[in-house]
């Protein structure tokens, strides 16, 4: 990992928003299972994503990396045969270990799923009540990676908590229409990021999936279905987009290109928070850019249904005026890091105010920052980000260590931040 010197600077310009990871991940997934080859334009190869196309090529799809697309023939007409042990390298997606678990249980033989970082650390206990109900194999090891399932699932009635992740039941939608028997999941909690279960079900209408959505409590599933192939582009990404746009609302000038204003992304939301803190969002197309109307304002934040903003929204309402609460974002203590604890330790070395309790922050807004210290990504790639767009409000320059984690979901951010104006170089910590 590698350290970066940042110096202030306004950052000015047109970039053109990677493509949503959330949908890349489903649309590969989709397409891998269907029945023909399709191509998904649109592709952002970061850490996550190419660890999800390793995935599905290790379950027998045949996908071609090309520069900003893939090609993908599904494995749909050899899905009950045999197969081999198979190892499936999630490197440190959360997504790619969820949806595979089940899917992997279409096939016969044994899979052993393996990861990095704090991959072994979030929970699968979810999959490990399905398991237990029906008899299918498996093991473990505690804070590590080293899953093994052997068995085939059945069809059936699913109870699932949606407080803990909704990429559970996105796996199970996924797997479920396969199987032979009626399926019917239900969610025993609120559903917590229910936008990511829409993401889920758009994506599998597109490739020929039907699902009976009953307000989100239920979901039913007929068994027997066929992915359709079909050729798919991805749209752009508004969990990166947030960046920009929470840019424009501390004091930059940065147009977001290729970002869908009816996008069903749940991290859309960014725009509705903004919208609150004093923050005009001009959209025509597929652009749109952040005004910030003289002073921002706190507010009150409930950050359930879009976590992953939640870093840089805090970097905005650490220099709004007054006192926001950002609730109900206990989850992201169980993310790449501990993002509450990080964002809150790392924005107050800069001079920001924060108070971290137990699922909720309290920022104080201040009027700048200060800068002229060493700051840590925690090896996640949302809070080295949300530390380099929030060098443009510090006064002096700022040090990230281990800033090239961004590779996990944005590998080419630190060229767009170039590009609209950002000035760094590379660092050797004490130097």
């Not at 725009?271 to 652009?287: G, H, S, T």
């Not at 850019?289 to 921002?296: A, H, T, V």
Request: net charge neutral; with cysteine.
């Amino acid at each position: 990992m590698g350290n970066l010197k940042i110096y202030p600077s306004k950052l000015k310009g047109e970039l053109k928003i990677p493509p949503s990871k959330s949908m890349a991940h489903r649309a590969i997934i989709c397409a891998a299972l269907s029945d023909k080859l399709c191509r998904i334009d649109n592709i952002d190869y970061s850490d996550d994503i190419i660890a999800t196309i390793e995935a599905m090529k290790s379950l027998g799809a045949i996908i071609t990396k090309h520069e900003d697309c893939v090609e993908v023939v599904g494995v749909y007409k050899d899905i009950q045969d045999t197969r081999q042990n198979k190892v499936i390298d999630c490197n440190e997606s959360g997504s790619t270990l969820r949806f595979l678990v089940p899917i992997s249980l279409l096939f016969e033989g044994s899979s052993r799923f393996i990861g990095r970082g704090n991959l072994g650390k979030r929970p699968l206990t979810t999959y490990y009540n399905i398991f237990d109900k029906q008899n299918i194999k498996y093991s473990f090891e505690k804070d590590i990676l080293n899953l093994e399932v052997e068995g085939v699932l059945k069809g059936g009635t699913f109870e699932v908590e949606g407080n803990v992740s909704s990429q559970f039941i996105s796996g199970l939608l996924f797997t479920l229409p396969l199987l032979k028997e009626d399926s019917k999941i239900i969610i025993t909690t609120d559903l917590e990021s229910k936008s990511y279960v829409d993401l889920t079900l758009k994506v599998l209408k597109d490739f020929g999936i039907e699902i009976i959505n009953k307000n989100h409590k239920e979901f039913i599933i007929r068994g027997n279905q066929k992915y359709e192939g079909r050729n798919y582009r991805v749209e752009g990404d508004y969990s990166q987009g947030a960046f920009f746009l929470c840019a424009d609302a501390i004091g930059n000038e940065i147009l977001c290109k290729d970002l869908n204003i009816d996008s069903l992304q749940g991290d859309k939301e960014v725009i509705n928070i903004l919208r609150k803190m004093n923050v005009d969002i001009i959209a025509k197309k597929n652009e749109i850019e952040g005004k910030r109307r003289k002073k921002l304002k706190s507010t009150y934040i409930d950050g359930s249904q879009c976590p992953d903003i939640i870093p840089i929204i805090t970097s905005v309402a650490a220099l709004a005026k007054g006192k926001t609460e950002i609730v109900n974002v206990g989850r992201l203590r169980i993310k790449e890091c501990d993002r509450l604890s990080a964002i809150t330790s790392e924005l107050n070395k800069l001079g920001a105010n924060i108070i971290e309790k137990e699922d909720s922050i309290i920022v104080e807004g201040v009027d700048e920052l200060e800068g002229n210290v060493e700051v840590w990504s925690h090896k996640d790639h949302r809070i080295a980000m949300t530390l380099a767009i929030v060098s443009s409000r510090c006064k002096k320059p700022i040090v990230i260590k281990d800033y090239d984690c961004v590779s996990k979901s944005y590998p080419k951010f630190f060229e767009d931040f170039e590009k609209i104006g950002g000035i760094s170089v590379e660092w050797n910590v004490g130097q």
